[in-house]
């Protein structure tokens, strides 16, 4: 099955996510901008989240309701955990995870890290491995 989303302008999506809630971490940069939309147009009610508040209202502006913007730094576990809950909260689940933002911090620190936010029930397992470069 496939559908037309006239407020993202893409069309002939099929809407594999339809009434999934996800949370995509990075929202405010390209990559993760990007994520938030194309979920969107699948069908998705989507927690974007970054550090930006202007570029994560101006998503949400352009979204419209299938979208709240919470502003956070993943790499803070205080802000993490306080994102995570209260995405959880905005539809009482979560359905998928997509954390862009710790890479690209971890990258920008010399390392080589991989983050996966697992929903599991009504919590989220946050897993990460994290490994320096050696010189």
């Known amino acids: 099955m496939t559908a037309t989303r006239a407020d993202t302008g893409q069309a002939g999506i099929a809407r594999r996510l339809e009434g999934r809630v996800a949370l995509i971490t990075g929202a405010t940069g390209g990559i993760g901008a990007a994520t938030v939309r194309r979920f969107v147009a699948e069908g998705a009610w989507v927690v974007a989240s970054g550090r930006s508040h202007e570029r994560g209202a101006e998503l949400a502006r352009e979204l419209g309701e299938r979208v709240r913007f919470i502003a ?55 897993a990460t491995l994290a490994v320096s470069s050696i010189d």
């Not at 209260?86 to 997509?98: I, K, M, P, T, Y």
């Not at 990258?107 to 936010?117: D, I």
């Open 72 to 126: 956070a730094d993943v790499t803070d576990e205080g802000q993490l955990s306080a994102l995570i809950d209260q995405a959880a909260a905005w539809h009482g689940r979560l359905d998928v995870s997509e954390p862009h933002a710790t890479n690209a911090a971890s990258a920008a620190a010399g390392q080589r890290r991989r983050s996966a936010m697992l929903p599991v029930g009504r919590t989220v397992m946050v």
